[in-house]
Nanobody, 126 residues
Framework: QVQLVESGGGLVQAGGSLRLSCAVS????????MGWFRQAPGKEREFVSA????????RYADSVKGRFTISRDNAKNTVYLQMNSLKPEDTAVYYC???????????????????WGQGTQVTVSS
């Protein structure tokens, strides 16, 4: 059974930083792409970032490009999201996710991911 457990969320002032972690168990972590999504109250879950299983190629939503950095440590079965220069509009529950299968491109939509963590709350105060 695949399990994803996020940690690292919290309350931070605008301009601050947080690093989210997502520990994965139950599968060969290095063989799968990984993604981060977020969901603010009253809004749909949206793509934040993803990292490819093979060469570490990354993708970012325009709203976080230049501020957030995704990375993975295959030895620790963990994916990270370093978030800098946080803004109040970054406030959301953040989820890590993994697809069941393989894609020849980096999956960017919620429908392409099958396994999800429970989420971690990030609150950015102004």
């Amino acid at each position: 059974q695949v399990q994803l457990v996020e940690s690292g969320g919290g309350l931070v002032q605008a301009g601050g930083s947080l690093r989210l972690s997502c520990a994965v168990s139950g599968r060969t972590f290095s063989m799968y792409d990984m993604g981060w999504f977020r969901q603010a109250p009253g809004k749909e879950r949206e793509f934040v970032s993803a990292i490819r299983r093979t060469d570490g190629t990354t993708r970012y939503a325009d709203s976080v490009k230049g501020r957030f950095t995704i990375s993975r440590d295959n030895a620790k079965n963990t994916v990270y999201l370093q978030m800098n220069s946080l803004k109040p509009e970054d406030t959301a529950v953040y989820y890590c996710a993994a697809p069941r299968g393989y894609y020849y491109y980096i999956p960017l939509t919620t429908g392409e991911y099958d396994f999800w963590g429970q989420g971690t709350q990030v609150t950015v105060s102004s």
